[in-house]
């Protein structure tokens, strides 16, 4: 089962500095039918303005990762970690007991990003952030896990909770596949180009809450970056 959500028609807000659109329930967008999709609770696609950002706020008892699409984000945080996270490139908060942060654009263009939420296997525990460069070169043509709590990611960065996020860059044409299981959840979004999914068209920034497909087939109809999260 592949169930389009066109970008289009995904709640949203504008805050000026701020132009989000949430594909699950978020803010003061709520839907009850769309509160998440398994642990996956929040993918937000933001647009932050230059020079402005989130102020410092309070998580708990969640895994934040951050999918840079264009500019760069700097995080600061409670337990003194600071990081420019670039364009292609990933960071994860895991909020555990609890931390506060602040995320901001300091740079001289708009910054995009995928803000996604998935809740934990366990709560509690000590909170920690980290950011990894992904060179997209190293996932072209495939799909590439990014942040992990699946045993053998050794290479991801690690989140507290069974799921993976992975990236792929494919060129026109090209198509790769990635082996989910009927057993689990997956959120597909293009953050740029077409793709074609299991035979479902999506345009960049549509997403796909997938369930009971063994096998994801992804074709690219434009030259395209995608992004994947699954989840138990």
């Not at 132009?19 to 696609?45: C, E, L, Q, T």
């Not at 460069?133 to 960065?157: E, H, M, Q, Y």
């Not at 989910?180 to 074609?196: C, D, F, S, W």
Request: aromatic share 8%; glycine share 10%; net charge negative.
């Amino acid at each position: 089962m592949i169930d389009k959500r066109p970008f289009a028609r995904l709640g949203g807000a504008d805050h000026g500095w701020l132009k989000a659109r949430h594909h699950f329930s978020f803010a003061s967008y709520h839907d009850p039918d769309n509160m998440g999709w398994g642990p996956i609770r929040v993918w937000n696609d933001d647009e932050i303005a230059p020079n402005s950002g989130f102020p410092p706020h309070p998580h708990a008892d969640m895994e934040i990762v951050t999918y840079v699409r264009k500019g760069a984000i700097t995080h600061q945080d409670s337990l003194g970690n600071q990081g420019r996270t670039e364009a292609g490139d990933v960071q994860v908060m895991s909020a555990g007991s609890g931390i506060r942060h602040a995320e901001y654009n300091l740079e001289p263009e708009t910054t995009t990003l995928f803000q996604i939420w998935i809740e934990p296997s366990t709560t509690g525990g000590k909170p920690s952030w980290g950011a990894k460069p992904f060179p997209k070169g190293d996932r072209a043509g495939r799909f590439v896990t990014l942040a992990s709590g699946i045993a053998g990611d050794d290479d991801a960065l690690p989140i507290r909770t069974d799921a993976r996020v992975a990236g792929a860059t494919l060129k026109a044409g090209e198509t790769t596949e990635y082996v989910l299981g009927k057993a689990r959840h997956a959120y597909l979004v293009p953050a740029t180009g077409a793709v074609e999914v299991n035979g479902v068209r999506l345009d960049a920034r549509d997403g796909a809450a997938v369930r009971d497909e063994e096998v994801l087939r992804v074709r690219a109809l434009e030259d395209a970056e995608v992004v994947l999260v699954d989840a138990a």
